[in-house]
C-alpha cells in the first residue's frame, strides 16, 4: 500500500505503509530489532537533531501521570553532522525510509543543517519540529529556510497548541506536509522529590485533541497532505485519523510500553493483517497475524 506522503514535486516522498514511527520513539532501532519487525513500517523518524550539541536536561527527566508521562529530555544530541557519521550505517541497515527530525532553533541553524542533510543519501526527508509558542510568522520563516535549501522533502511537525493559527503560513511557506501534532507541553509534580516539572505530555487522552484539530485544518490548508500524530494506541485510534482524511500517521509512546503495538498497527493498515480462519485455535492466530507468522507456526520441526 503505497503512500504519498507530501506534495507532488521534485521533494516527492512515497512510503510503502501510512505507519511511522514518531520522532524519539524508537531511536535508530537497533535496540527494538527482537521485539519489532522494522521493515513492516513505512519509516522511522529519528530522535531529534539541532545543529548544534544540546546537553541532557537537569534534574527530573519522567513524571509518570494517571494515563501517561511527562518527558523531559533537554532533547540531548551530538549535533547535525556528529549524529550523521554515527548512526547513518545504522539508519542503513534499517531496510525503511529514515526521516530526520531537525529542531528548529534558528532560521539560520537550520539552513546550515539542511546543506549537510542534503548531501546524505540514507535520510529520505526532513522533518521540522517547531517550537511552543511560536508565531505564524517565524514558523513560516523556519519552513522556509529549510525547504530554499532542500533537494530533499520537508514535513513540518506542528505544535499542539499553536497548530490552527501556523498551518496556513507553514504550508505557503512550502511545507510538504504537516505532522498534526507534536506532544503537548504540560508541568506535573514529581512524587518523590515535589519539583514540579515542565515537558512533554505522552498520553491516549491527547488522540481526541489531535483528532478534533486534524479535522478542522483538514478544512482549512487543503493542498497540503496531513500526517496524524497523537495518543495512538491501538489499529483503531490510526484509522480514525486515516478515516479523517490523514495520508499518513506516527506512532509514539504505546511503542514504549507494547512494542509490537506499531507493527500490529502497520500491518492493520498497509493491509498485511490475515483474518481468522474459521474453526482456529487460540493458538493459530493473534491479532496482527501475517503470512509469515503462519508459516512459521506451521512449519514442521523435525524439518531442521
Known amino acids: 500500500m503505497s503512500v504519498v506522503l507530501t506534495r507532488p514535486g521534485k521533494a516527492e516522498l512515497i512510503l510503502?505503509?501510512?505507519?511511522m514511527a514518531a520522532a524519539g520513539i524508537l531511536g535508530d532501532g537497533s535496540g527494538y530489532r527482537s521485539m519489532i519487525n522494522l521493515?513492516?513500517?513505512?519509516?522511522?523518524?529519528?530522535?531529534p537533531v539541532s545543529y548544534y550539541p544540546r546537553k541532557p536536561a537537569q534534574g527530573v527527566r519522567t513524571v509518570p501521570l494517571d494515563s501517561g508521562v511527562l518527558v523531559n529530555t533537554g532533547l540531548p544530541n551530538a549535533g547535525v553532522s556528529v549524529t550523521i557519521k554515527h548512526m547513518r550505517n545504522r539508519w542503513e541497515a534499517l531496510g525503511i525510509p529514515v526521516i530526520l527530525h531537525l529542531i528548529a532553533t534558528s532560521t539560520d541553524e537550520v539552513a546550515k543543517a539542511m546543506k549537510i542533510i542534503d548531501t546524505v543519501d540514507v535520510i529520505a526527508g526532513v522533518e521540522l519540529g517547531?517550537?511552543?509558542d511560536i508565531s505564524a510568522q517565524d514558523a513560516a520563516d523556519l519552513t522556509d529556510a529549510a525547504v530554499r535549501r532542500a533537494e530533499k522533502p520537508v514535513i513540518v511537525r506542528l505544535p499542539l497548541y499553536d497548530a490552527y493559527e501556523i498551518a496556513t503560513s507553514v504550508a505557503d511557506a512550502g511545507a510538504g506536509a504537516l505532522v498534526v501534532a507534536a506532544p503537548p507541553r504540560g508541568v506535573a509534580r514529581e512524587p518523590v522529590s515535589g519539583q514540579l516539572v515542565t515537558g512533554q505530555i505522552y498520553s491516549r487522552t491527547t488522540h481526541a485533541m489531535c483528532l478534533r484539530l486534524v479535522t478542522r485544518l483538514l478544512q482549512r490548508v487543503q493542498n497540503v497532505p496531513i500526517i496524524g500524530a497523537g495518543g495512538i494506541h491501538t489499529q483503531q485510534d490510526a484509522r480514525d485519523y486515516i478515516e479523517a482524511g490523514t495520508v499518513a500517521v506516527q506512532v509514539d509512546s504505546v511503542t514504549w510500553v507494547l512494542p509490537r503495538m506499531i507493527e500490529i498497527i502497520a500491518r492493520d493498515l498497509g493491509g498485511m493483517v490475515l483474518t481468522r480462519e474459521s474453526g482456529a485455535l487460540a493458538d493459530e492466530w493473534f491479532t496482527g497475524i501475517g503470512k509469515t507468522d503462519v508459516m512459521q507456526r506451521r512449519r514442521d520441526p523435525y524439518d531442521d
Open 39 to 47: 521493515k513492516k513500517l513505512g519509516a522511522l523518524v529519528t530522535n
Open 130 to 132: 517547531l517550537p511552543d
Open 16 to 19: 510503502e505503509n501510512p505507519v
